[in-house]
């Protein structure tokens, strides 16, 4: 278990793996990121830090 104090800011400001695909190509969609993080099992084991994610457009 990580040290309670431990924790990570993930800071996102676009980029590939926060997009989804449209009709126009891939675009950007705001929480893609974050949720994608949260459906990851290794992001949610208990050896792992508590994490905050900051989208900037």
Same mark, same amino acid.
């Given at each position: 278990?990580?040290?309670?104090?431990? @924790?990570?800011?993930?800071?996102?400001?676009?980029?590939?793996?926060?997009?989804v695909e449209s009709e126009e190509g891939?675009?950007?969609?705001?929480?893609?990121?974050?949720?994608?993080?949260?459906? @990851?099992?290794?992001? @949610?084991?208990?050896?792992?830090?508590?994490y905050e994610v900051h989208e900037f457009?």
């Amino acid at each position: 278990m990580p040290d309670s104090s431990s @924790r990570i800011l993930v800071i996102y400001t676009g980029g590939t793996i926060g997009m989804v695909e449209s009709e126009e190509g891939y675009v950007p969609a705001s929480g893609t990121l974050q949720a994608l993080m949260q459906d @990851r099992p290794s992001f @949610r084991a208990d050896d792992v830090p508590a994490y905050e994610v900051h989208e900037f457009d």
